[in-house]
């Protein structure tokens, strides 16, 4: 049943790769067209385990593997913004454009070679594309990087081996192959980079909020994964856990995280960011239009779980309902796109790191909290939330934030923001909160023709394209940092193909398609 909306998934990711080095060819466009080669054929067999349940730990059954679209990203990602910050003449960040594209390869091909070594009788043409591939990735390493830069690449290799082996066991039927691949790759690649600054500080050198973005996510994350070891061993729904929960994140919070910072930025944390939120009067007003929409958003949550308590046989909430997240979400980013994007990016790295916490509380039943947002948050699961974690919220969050956050800001002084650069950090926006919405509430309502092999429907991608389109149009009025300069047929061509790979991928659609539509629009 996989098999025509994988083939249909494969074309629009090849079509994308082919779009984006029509545009940006150089060494790398080689490795990257035989990466994605030996990718499309290798996920057979990933999915093949999957199916036989041979596949080393539990990954989710409600996906195929998803090794194409996810060996993509980090690559193209990589080469595009080398390309865009080439042009502007900033050679820090064209440097790390390539060790971006080279990691991306390098953990791609590393996961691929995992499946086809586990793979019973071995695929002796699969393993000659990957060794062609692998050729190819590490001859142009050798001719592109420096010494520092391979180390680079490999110590983000190597926490990524590690990390994968206890969070995979640690969360089992969370990911895909591919989500895993994206998900722990991003993470590894964010804690590389956290060290590598750490150990090479400098004062007065880096912006503080890309500091608060780094030390944030990995302090998170590990606080995640002691948690998840100690109660391995005792119960965390009791009181006695619920307190030493509390207390050790206090003391991981104000002894670790803080100091760390404090390292980073050379002042107290919460100082500056208080003087942060607080510095203009946009600001001050911003936030207090974002806490409302939150409130409403609580509000939501909490309505329809009162009227579940009424219809007994009601038991999730239905798809319209699910989206309005996604409306309130464009009403949070868009006024912070146009007014002050640097507080929309330090506001969505505190609300990421409010997110996981609050789900760890969820997850261990931590008291007092922890059953009542169980009970909560079980009305909007869906069947991607298979494993012991609910993610689509923070999906959600990552796929609003990450354009915002990927945007090469050093790079937009110099003459990044012509043409449909100008558009990137709208990506989330346009592509999950305007698309995937649209797309779906339409298709769920009103559509009838399918495309073959999926739920999705014709009219839900059609109204999906058009809606898009009309997001732009509004953006160029509102925005006035936006200036097209005339490439209309890239954004709509880049636009239907992301749509077009909603209507097919089963992989997670929040987190994938702003991250192809900032790639395209990068290009």
Not at 267 to 292: A, I, K, M
Not at 345 to 371: M, S
Not at 386 to 410: A, K, N, Q
């Amino acid at each position: 049943m996989l098999i025509k909306p994988v083939l249909a998934e494969s074309l629009v990711v090849f079509t994308i790769v082919l779009c984006v080095h029509m545009v940006v060819w150089d060494r790398y466009s080689w490795c990257t067209i035989a990466l994605a080669i030996q990718a499309f054929y290798v996920q057979f067999k990933w999915d093949r385990l999957l199916q036989l349940g041979g596949a080393v730990f539990q990954f989710r059954t409600t996906a195929n593997s998803g090794l194409l679209p996810a060996s993509m990203v980090i690559p193209l990602l990589g080469i595009v913004m080398k390309e865009r910050c080439k042009t502007s003449g900033v050679v820090y960040f064209e440097r790390f454009g390539i060790v971006v594209a080279s990691t991306g390869m390098v953990i791609a091909l590393f996961l691929s070679v995992i499946a086809v070594g586990i793979t019973k009788p071995v695929p002796t043409n699969t393993c000659i594309l990957s060794g062609v591939a692998g050729s190819l990735i590490i001859y142009t390493m050798k001719h592109s990087l420096t010494v520092s830069e391979v180390v680079e690449v490999l110590e983000v290799l190597l926490i990524f081996v590690y990390l994968s082996m206890i969070l995979l066991y640690l969360l089992p039927r969370c990911f895909s192959p591919g989500e895993a691949l994206l998900v722990l790759g991003g993470i590894s690649f964010i804690l590389n980079q956290l060290i590598k600054r750490s150990l090479n500080v400098i004062e007065g050198r880096g912006d503080p909020i890309d500091f608060f973005l780094l030390v944030l996510v990995v302090g998170v994350v590990l606080l995640g994964i002691f948690f998840s070891v100690l109660f391995l061993f005792m119960d965390s729904g009791t009181w006695t856990s619920s307190m030493f929960f509390h207390m050790m994140t206090a003391v991981l919070g104000l002894g670790v995280i803080m100091p760390w910072l404090y390292r980073l930025i050379r002042r107290n944390p919460l100082f500056w960011l208080l003087q942060f939120l607080c510095q203009t009067q946009t600001r001050v007003y911003l936030l207090g239009y974002w806490t409302l929409l939150a409130a409403s958003a609580c509000t939501v949550v909490l309505y329809q779980n009162a009227k579940r308590s009424s219809e007994s046989k009601k038991h999730q909430a239905p798809t319209v309902i699910r989206k309005c997240f996604h409306f309130i979400v464009v009403a949070t980013y868009v006024p912070g796109l146009i007014y002050d994007p640097q507080l929309l990016y330090v506001a969505a790295v505190l609300c990421l790191a409010v997110f996981i916490f609050l789900e760890y509380v969820r997850y261990f039943r931590i008291k007092p909290f922890g059953q009542m947002l169980r009970h909560l948050l079980s009305l909007f699961l869906d069947e991607r939330d298979s494993g012991p974690l609910i993610l689509t919220h923070i999906y959600l969050l990552l796929g609003m934030s990450l354009p915002v956050w990927l945007f090469p800001r050093p790079c937009a002084h110099k003459g990044f923001l012509s043409g449909t650069g100008a558009l990137v950090p709208y990506s989330g926006v346009l592509a999950v909160g305007v698309g995937d919405t649209i797309a779906s509430v339409f298709g769920s309502t009103v559509g009838e023709i399918k495309w073959p092999g999926t739920k999705k429907t014709f009219e839900g991608t059609m109204t999906a394209i058009f809606a898009q389109i009309i997001a732009v149009a509004l953006i160029l009025i509102f925005d006035i940092n936006v200036n097209l300069n005339s490439s209309y047929a890239w954004i709509l061509g880049s636009i239907s193909l992301v749509s077009l790979l909603e209507a097919y991928t089963t992989q997670i659609d929040n987190l994938f398609l702003p991250l192809y539509l900032q790639i395209l629009l990068m290009a």
